[in-house]
Every structure is written in C-alpha cells, then in structure tokens.
C-alpha cells in the first residue's frame, strides 16, 4: 500500500512554489523596470562605455585683406589623444610615445594612467609624426584632425592680425575681438570599441558635423601694408628708436588701410616673443604729441573767432607765463597766423591757446575725442589723458597749446588729425569691414558711422592751406615733392622721465594727408626715442614723404604742378625725368654736397653743428629714386651725433680690391670709379669722418698694362 506525502511535505512543496513564485513576479518585474522605465539610460550607459566622444574642431574662418589676399588660414592636422583605460602596457606605450614625439617619458606615462575617459597626448603634430605613431598600431592611441593658424605673410600685420592659440581661440588682434564669429562651433564624432580597446571598424559611429567659422575681410590692403612695414624697417635700421608706429588711415570713412608697428613678432611662433613685442603702440601706449598737436588748438582758435588769418602775432623766442619762461626753438619776429603754424612757433601758438581760454579748449579737446576710446576693433586701446580741466592754470594751457603735458595714442591723434582732412567730422578707426561664409556670400557688413561735424569746413580748408606750406616751405619740407600738393605737421616733444620732463630724450612724429585740397590718405609716423637727430622734421617726415609717393602711385592720384614748381614737364617741349637718384654726400664738404645735389636736380638744405664742415648723414639717403625738386636735408658736423669718428686710410697705389678691404678695415665703405690702380680719393687720406662714410676712390689702369689703350692702333 502506497503511502501518499504528508500533511508537512506537501507544505514545503507549496512553500517552496510560492518563493519561486514570487521570486519570479520580482524578477519579472525588476526586468520590466529595467526594460522599460530604465531601459534607455542603462542602454546609452552601456555604449558610453564602449564607446568614447572625440571632439571635431570647427574651422577657424579666413582673414583676409580688403582685396582677398589670405593674411589667416586654418590648416588640418593630426592631434593624438589616448584612452586610459585601453591602453594595455602603459609603461611600454609610454616610452614609445616619448621617443617619437619627442616628449617627456614621465609626462606621457601620467597622461596615460590618468582615471579619465580622454587625454590629449600631443595636438597638432606635424605629417612626419603622425605617420611615425600610426605605425606603431598602439591600443588606446587615436588621432583625430583639427586646424593650426597659420599666417602666411610672417610678420606683416602682426599687431592687426593677432594671433589665436592651441584651442584655436583668438588670444589677441582681430583674432581676440572677432574670436566668436571666426571660431564656428565645435562638432563630435563617437567612436566605438571592443573589450580589447580596438576600434570596431563596421560600427555606426555617430558624427555630430561643426559649425564653421566665417571668414572676416580687413580693411587692411595688403600692399599699403608692406609699404608701411619696410618704411618701420628703415626707420629702426637709421635711428635704432624704443619703438615705432606708422598708421595709413581713409580720413573720410576711418578705414585703417595700414598700421604698423615695430619692435614686431612672427604671430606663426608668438611664444618665441618677449610679451612686450606683442603689445601694440599704435593704440595700447600714449606719448607726447608736441607740435603734431598745434592745429589741433589752430582749428579750435579759428573756429571760435579768436584769431583769423590776419592776426598777428611776435616771438622773441620765450614768453613768461606765471612767472614761467617758456622758450621756442627760435626767434621768428612777426608772424601771421599761417606763419605760426609754418614756422612752428611754440610763442604764437601759447597766444593763441591763452586767447582761446581753458573752456573752449577742453570743449574741442573732447568733442575731437581726445578724452575717450576712439572705438577702434583692436584690443588693449587705451585712453589719452591731461590735466583734468578744474586744475588747469594758465602755464598749464599755454603748454598744452603746443602739444606738451598732455598725452594721446597714436590712433586718437591721427583721428582728430581726420577731421582736418575730411571737412570737420569725428570719424571712427577700424579694421574690419564684412564677414562672408564659405560660399563667399556677405553675411555681416560692420557698421562703422561717421560722428558729427566739429569745425566747419571753412575752417578745415584754410587749416590745410597753412599745413600745406609746412611742408613746401617750413619744417616739414623734406618731406615735399612738386606736384604732390602735401600737407602736414612735424612734431619733436620731450618725453615724461619720472615725472619730469626730459631734454635727453623725444619723440618725432609727422602727420600729414594729401592731396591737400582734397584729400584720400592721411598718415601718421610716430618714433620714440630715436638715437642720434630726434626732429620730427628728420626722422619721421622722410618717412612720410617716401610712403606718400608710394601711395599716390597705387591710388594713381595725378599730381598737381604749381607755376612756381620746377623742373616740371612743359608741354613735351623737354625731356624731365620721372624720378632721379639722390647722390651720396656722406663725407663731402658741404660745397661739394651742395653741388653734387644740384646737378643731380634735388634741392638740399643744411641741418646739423653750426660751422660742421662735412655732411655726416643725408635724408632721403644714397641711391633713394625720387621726383625732381625733392628736397634733401644734409646733417652736417665734425661728426655724427653719437658717432665715432676715424681716420681715412691712404689708398693710392692700391687696387680695387685692396683699397676696399683697407677701408672696409677702417669702417669705412667705397665707391669705385674706373678700373685699375687708385689714383685719387675723397675724403683724402688723414681725414677725420664718421665711421661708415663712403670714399670715392678713382682707378686708372697702370701705364704700359694690356688695359691702356692710349698707344693702340687699328689693325
């Protein structure tokens, strides 16, 4: 007889059918709410893990010149990262990495253990270096592209450009200010990868495309440009200066077409650069602008009614303010007003600014925007100041009135300067002008608007007039050439030491615009600390003049021939040459000097020692191609200021090649004229001269040699 289970067997049985039932429902349901309520985070949970976001970097846009030229371009190249966790020897793996990308082996290892998703090991590496890593096939080292500046043109424009940093972000220049609409937006590609860190080939990897950048376009011309970079190249070679700035601006619209600055940098290797290189001049530093300023008050003056072109006003060569004598530079006598500002006379000008009075002063020193920003798109502008209005004395406006114990950038004085040039309105400097996408379709014009009108333009006319003959006949006259019809001011000031004001070291400074009866360009020079002379008159207004002659042939402005110019062509009846070639006077007595420019159809005025009998230095220099008539301004002295003096070695007897090697010994240089053996020079031996002037050394074949022909007959 079968016994059927017990009372109890049957209740473990039912117990134990119940806990998998149960267990089952939770296990049902804890699958459900996995599936279903938490389904989608564990499943993106689950290919973060398999799979890593590798960012794509956006194209940083184009600048380019008002013309089209690159002047910023963005290249691809390789940047590898690595994958922590699917690195399998990172010891190993280290050391190779170091060994070819040239990086620290303790460096790459930390980089390589970190407890992180991605690490950079190295961004942006060249082609060799990239090819060189991809053939190591190493587990959790990938590559992805992205975009290196790259600034074709070197050096050219530097201080406008700027330059933009390993992340591509703009880190000064346009590239700073228009950083947003340059740099795009950045994209991401997600890469998936097996157990053993290997990236799964046929895997849909999700691709989030960036958003590139548009390009900017410049007001800058890149020609004007290299004009205004080799004229700051010959200015540091002749006057070693602390620094220097040559602006060229449209004084109509504020379009900056030209703007350098020196000492400069390759934004291409910026870090190679003391940061001090970087800092721009032109609008970062104020500085004493001396008589560069005296239209300024001449504007104001005329303007107000004050003084009027009949006015007349008498230097003795100081005036006493407040028991302060204040000097000129000269004694001129009797002037007119036109005469004040020809002559630059610091006493007509402290009369008219007394004249003026305080109030009306300070009202046009800030309606011309001398107080303020100007609004330039450049980084680090910064602000003129002066004695704040409430604290001025009379001694103080009669300083100011002649450009001392204020201070103004650069950029601010050339934009009061434009109000002269333009009829009388305030305009705006800038450098860009549009943005454009890829398909070179305008996407953004910038705005930039014209301010209101300050001085009338009666009053602009009649100032030009006065600055015109600053430079035909007054201290600006190097720089004149017939036809060109240039205006402009010089500027010498003395600098700030310490809180007082210094006679050992200035700064020279010419602005001026042409034609001056209308005209489309102004340009402002500014040299600080120049060695040896330090008049605005010579160091800067040469430099004015060469980049105005350069700039009316690339604009094809036509010259304008007053009666009294010569030589001029007249009517085809004589041959005048276009350009002739300044002589080499270095070292001639003044007479021979004098001479030698006349017959080569320049003029030539005398600067330097009083009693100097010999010309230690010339402007234009030797060899410079310029219009006839231009002036040439000799430096003379016993020697050149600052300059050592040596003794003309005797060459007679030598030939050309020794004679050059025993000057070249003595730091002198030569010019050689005919062949043979010397027979005469100049400066002749035992002369005392500045080293580096140039010997003229005449050569003659030596009698009975196969080279003298004299006894020669036909066959």
Known sequence: MTRLPGIGLRRR????????????????????????VR???????????????????????????????????????????????EVEDPPETAR?????????????????????????????????????????????????????????????????????????????????????????????????????????PQALHRYIPPTDGY????????????????????????????????????????????????????????????????????????YHPGSTFKPITAIAAVEEGVVDWNSRFSCGGSLVVEDRTIWCHSTHGGLDLTGVIEKSCNVGFMNIGLRLGKE?????????????????????????????QEQCRKVDLAVMSFGQTLAVTPIELIRAMAVIANGGYLVTPHVAKEFRDKEGRVVTVLDWPVGPQVISEDTAREVRRAMEAVVKTGTGRVAYMPGYRLAGKTGTAQKTVGGVVSADVHVASFCGFG???????????????????YYGGVVAAPAFGRLMRDLYRYYE?????????????????????????????????????????????????????????????QTPGPGAEVPPGTLVILEVGEGDLGAE?????????????????????????IRVEGSGIAVAQAPAAGAAVPRGTTVTVTFEPPPGSSSDLSGRTGP
């Open 515 to 533: 034609p001056a009866e209308d005209p489309r360009i102004i340009v402002l020079v500014v040299v600080d600390e120049p060695k040896g002379s």
């Open 96 to 200: 190779k990495l170091a060994d070819v990308i040239g990086l620290d082996y303790e460096w790459v290892l930390e980089r390589l253990t970190q407890n992180q998703s991605f690490v950079w090991v190295k961004r942006k590496v060249s082609d060799e270096v990239s090819k060189a890593v991809k053939l190591l096939q190493l587990p959790g080292i990938g590559f992805t592209q992205e975009s290196r500046r790259v600034y074709p043109k070197g050096t050219l424009a530097a201080h406008v450009i700027g330059f933009a940093g390993i992340d591509s972000q703009g880190l000064d220049g346009v590239e700073y200010i228009y950083d947003r609409e340059l740099r795009g937006s950045p994209g991401w590609i997600v890469i998936e990868y097996d157990a053993l860190g290997r990236e799964i």
């Open 557 to 617: 402005i036509p010259l304008v021939y007053t009666d009294e110019e010569e030589p001029r062509p007249r009517d085809g009846d004589r041959d005048v040459p276009d350009e002739v070639t300044v002589p080499d006077t270095v070292g001639l007595p003044v007479g021979e000097a004098l001479a030698a420019l006349r017959e080569a159809g320049v003029r030539a005025a005398v600067a330097g020692d009083v009693g100097g009998e010999v010309v230690v230095r």
């Open 215 to 286: 390009d900017l376009y410049l007001t800058i011309d890149e020609v004007v440009q290299s004009m205004v970079e080799r004229e700051l190249d010959r200015i540091v070679a002749l006057h070693q200066p602390k620094k220097a700035t040559i602006i060229v601006m449209d004084p109509h619209t504020g379009e900056i077409l030209g703007l350098g600055v020196r000492p400069t940098y390759d934004p291409n290797n910026y870090a190679d650069y003391p940061p001090s290189t970087w800092r721009n001049f032109a609008v970062s530093d104020t």
């Open 645 to 669: 003096l040596v003794t003309v070695p005797s060459v007679k007897g030598r030939s050309v090649a020794d004679a050059a090697l025993r000057l070249e010994q003595a730091g002198l240089h």
């Open 39 to 85: 389904g989608a985070e564990l499943r993106e949970r689950a290919f973060n893990i398999r799979t890593h976001e590798v960012p794509v970097e956006a194209k940083r846009g184009v600048i380019y010149d008002r013309n089209g030229r690159e002047l910023a371009i963005s290249v691809n190249v390789d940047s590898i990262f690595a994958v922590p966790a």
């Open 13 to 36: 049985i039912l117990f134990l059918l119940t806990c998998f039932f149960v267990f089952s429902v939770v296990l049902t349901g804890r699958l459900a709410y996995l599936q279903f």
């Open 360 to 388: 009306r002063f300070y009202r046009y020193y800030r309606a011309l925007g001398l107080d303020s920003l100007t609004g330039i798109d450049l980084p680090g502008e910064a602000e003129g100041f002066t004695i704040p």
